[in-house]
């Protein structure tokens, strides 16, 4: 099953290691990683993506709340939530599929960032549904490189 944890943390050297470093102890694997400050420069959002069962993650998220660093932790498997995610993709282009491509980029309100001879490169946020649908759709043309942020997210409403 997959978890979104979220979990405040104090800004500092080696959060991020020693936080994926109790996943692996667990034998979690990590399928999206992101961390940044928040409106308070000394506190860092971190928000990890994994694959395990209630128990596996319920064990490591307690390992979590005890190391001094973690301020909040939520498992927000269970709760509402808004997500983004950030893609770059070059794709593959001739005067053939250009128009065809351009057109995939209106859909899905891409925008394009980058233009070669014989690529372009766009730019997509949005729910991972929508950004792994524009990855599916683009692979027939010929994706030559992509990157992904890897999820970010929030609890919805006043909490």
Known sequence: ???TISALVKNKTG???ESSAAFQKNKINITS?????TENMDVSRMVICAEGNKEEIAKVTEQLKAMDFVIQLDDL???EFVD????LIKVEVNKDTMSQIMQIFEVFRA??????QKTITVELSGD????EGLIKILQPFGIKSLCRTGMIALKRGDE
Do not use: F, P, T
């Open 33 to 37: 990683i992101s961390c940044g400050e």
């Open 1 to 3: 099953m997959k978890h």
């Open 77 to 79: 498997a269970r709760k």
């Open 128 to 131: 991972q549904e929508r950004v």
């Open 111 to 116: 925008d394009v960032v980058g233009m070669g």
């Open 84 to 87: 983004r995610e950030l893609v």
């Open 15 to 17: 959060v991020l290691a």
